[in-house]
Nanobody
Framework: QVQLVESGGGVVQAGGSLRLSCAAS????????MGWVRQAPGKEREVVAA????????YYADSAKVRFTISRGNARNTVSLQMNSLKPEDTAVYYC????????????????????WGQGTQVTVSS
């Protein structure tokens, strides 16, 4: 069984920073990239940032550009998300996800498809 475990969430004031980390454990698997997906109460799920291992290509949602940075860790299947200049609208549960396909897949809603998901970590930004 594959497990993705997020860490680093918490409560921070607007303008502050947080660093989220994600590591895989359990059964060994090969991924081609990982991403961070967030969901706030009453809102659609949003892929905030994603990275593909080949070429280290990255994707950022418009809401995350400039402020967030996704990076791969040194260990296999690990990824981090550095979040700066946080805003109250960044408040959400952040999920780490892994993609085992060599080709990026997109679902009907236009969101990337991931195969493994973490349990999520709460990020709360107070105004």
């Amino acid at each position: 069984q594959v497990q993705l475990v997020e860490s680093g969430g918490g409560v921070v004031q607007a303008g502050g920073s947080l660093r989220l980390s994600c590591a895989a454990s359990g059964r060994t698997f090969s991924s081609y990239g990982m991403g961070w997906v967030r969901q706030a109460p009453g809102k659609e799920r949003e892929v905030v940032a994603a990275i593909r291992w080949r070429g280290c290509s990255t994707y950022y949602a418009d809401s995350a550009k400039v402020r967030f940075t996704i990076s791969r860790g040194n260990a296999r299947n690990t990824v981090s998300l550095q979040m700066n200049s946080l805003k109250p609208e960044d408040t959400a549960v952040y999920y780490c996800a892994a993609d085992t396909s060599p080709i990026t897949r997109v679902g009907p809603s236009g969101d990337a498809i991931y195969d493994y998901w973490g349990q999520g970590t709460q990020v709360t930004v107070s105004s």
